[in-house]
């Protein structure tokens, strides 16, 4: 099912309105939805590397405006279902010290989901069920999918098609082992 799924959504990037198709997806993968927006943003800068950067752009908002949703459904389903499960259980207290926790990391947690293979809808919904300032969440969001979806169309519009099997394969490891440099540098600093 996955795979029908995945080839429906390389088939809307050769429609008319692929653009508006594309903030759809964006949208709803950053909440719900399997597929990322890559899977159509690749196709479609490969046919019309003049719109590399608006399509990066329109996906980028597009992403961020769903994590707002995704945001949405962690914070009004934890306060209307979760909260009343975990008093009843007697671990309210232990939710509280895990969002203490995941609150003090959220910008890292939220910049990691948003430029790894992780799935950042995970991300988005835990960011509104820890109530993690809205504020962090945004900036980060915006940062991350920026960087993402701009890596990206920056790639495929120097390079062009060839570079597009090394995107589909390789480019959520490169993300991830910028990301585990980027954080083993803070901690050099740090604590050397």
Known sequence: MLQRLYLWTMSLA????????LACVAFIESSVFPIPP???MIPMILARPSRAWLIALVATVSSVLGGMLGYGIG?????TIGAPILNALGKAESMAEFNLRFNGVGFWAVLIAGVTPFPYKVITIMSGWTAMP?????????????????????????F??????????HLGIMFTL????????FYVVKFL
Do not use: C, M, N
């Open 178 to 185: 910028f990301v585990l440099l980027l954080l083993g540098g």
């Open 38 to 40: 890559d899977v159509l």
């Open 14 to 21: 050769d429609h008319p309105r692929a653009l508006w198709v």
């Open 75 to 79: 914070y009004f389903f934890y306060e």
């Open 134 to 158: 809205l504020a962090i969440f945004l900036v980060t969001s915006v940062i991350a999918r920026a960087l993402r979806f701009f890596v990206v169309a920056g790639l495929l519009r120097a």
């Open 160 to 169: 062009g098609a060839p570079v597009r099997s090394f995107i589909e394969k």
